[in-house]
């Protein structure tokens, strides 16, 4: 069964940073693009940020574009989300899956809430 458990969320800030991470289990990690997606409140799911297997190929949403990074370590499964610069607008429940910008598989997890507000 595929496991992926999100943390590192909370309330920031505007101008803050947090760093995500995601904990894979359940399937072979190293060989998939991974992805996180977000959910603003009312909203539907959004593509956010993909990384390839080796993490030689990276990509962003414009809205998060020199803001956010992502990374992985194959060796821990993990997959991490470092923001910084938040916005409101950033506000929201993010989630990681497999896939890319092109298509992304429907999130497994409960998703890690992150808040931006003053």
Request: aromatic share 10%; glycine share 14%; hydrophobic share 30%.
């Amino acid at each position: 069964e595929v496991q992926l458990v999100e943390s590192g969320g909370g309330l920031v800030q505007p101008g803050g940073s947090l760093r995500l991470s995601c904990a894979a289990s359940g399937f072979t990690f190293s060989p998939y693009t991974m992805a996180w997606v977000r959910q603003a409140p009312g909203k539907g799911l959004e593509w956010v940020s993909s990384i390839s297997p080796g993490s030689g190929f990276t990509e962003y949403a414009d809205a998060v574009k020199g803001r956010f990074t992502i990374s992985r370590d194959n060796t821990k499964n993990k997959l991490y989300l470092q923001l910084s610069s938040l916005k409101t607008d950033d506000t929201g429940m993010y989630f990681c899956t497999k896939g890319s910008r092109d298509g992304w598989a429907p999130p497994p997890g409960q998703g890690t809430q992150v808040t931006v507000s003053s």
